[in-house]
């Protein structure tokens, strides 16, 4: 962390752009609100949201912090590999993907699901999303781009509302029968969803298929409920994926 902060009695701008309070001794004192871990955070975030690069003051305005805030934090994530830079502008770094990706919203659940979300696409065209329930939104931790691209990307780390398809499958219970929308959140766009459930009948996510509208939704839903079987089946072997020979990584 910066030192070269101002520590002058009363309120001064800390080396994350926000106020800190100097003691009488000297020492700095972080007020409640924003510390210097919530802004890289808040940084981060503004990138994801941001899709591809941004520059200093794209960040500044999004984050409401000083451009020379930005700047220094922006200058600690790169160096950690959470931030990569390409001349003037920024974008999310390797480090951050790969500690994302050990992320598992239930145990087993994202390896259960590739295979399964894969042949779902293959068999119907379908966009394939598979959705967890987080912070009041349904978010998307696996996905197969299908024939609704470029019209609807997927992508993982994208968040439904819960008035959606993926969203009302989510919070269930459902007994039978699958979720369907039939071009009620956007024109042109379909989507059959049901509840993935444990071996123990707990719902852990909810499965969604996305297809042009004008296709049987019928045949789509009985493919979706066959993939979420099938995830079903993963997690109840184990479906936890097998670690890597340690002599094949890189420290």
Same mark, same amino acid.
């Given at each position: 962390m910066d030192t070269d902060t101002d520590t002058r009695a009363g309120t001064g701008a800390g080396a994350d752009g926000v106020g800190a309070t100097a003691t009488r001794d000297g020492h700095r004192r972080t007020p409640r609100g924003r510390g210097v871990l919530e802004g890289a955070f808040a940084l981060l975030d503004a990138l994801r949201r941001n899709g591809d690069e941004a520059g200093v003051t794209e960040l500044a305005l999004a984050c409401g912090v000083p451009k020379a805030s930005v700047h220094r934090l922006l200058d600690q994530l790169v160096g950690v590999g959470a931030v990569? /830079? %390409?001349?003037? /502008?920024? /974008? @999310?770094?390797?480090?951050?993907y790969r500690l994302g990706q050990a992320w598992e919203p239930h145990p087993g659940l994202r390896p259960a699901a590739r295979l399964p979300l894969q042949r779902l696409r293959a068999a119907t065209g379908a966009s394939v999303v598979l959705v967890v329930l987080r912070e009041e939104t349904a978010l998307t931790v696996g996905s197969v781009p299908g024939d609704l691209e470029p019209l609807l990307p997927v992508r993982d780390g994208l968040a439904f509302r819960l008035d959606t398809a993926a969203g009302k499958a989510l919070r269930g219970p459902r007994a039978s029968g699958a979720v369907l929308d039939r071009e009620d959140v956007m024109e042109g766009v379909c989507c059959a969803s049901l509840p993935v459930r444990a071996p123990d009948g /707990? %719902? @852990? +996510? +909810?499965?969604? +298929?996305?297809v042009p509208a004008g296709r049987r939704l019928d045949a789509l839903a009985h493919a979706v409920a066959g993939a979420g079987a099938a995830i079903t089946r993963a997690l109840a072997g184990g479906g936890r994926r097998r670690p890597l020979p340690p002599t094949a990584l890189v420290p």
């Open positions: 990569e /830079r %390409t001349g003037n /502008r920024y /974008r @999310v770094g390797p480090q951050l /707990r %719902t @852990v +996510a +909810a499965l969604a +298929a996305m």
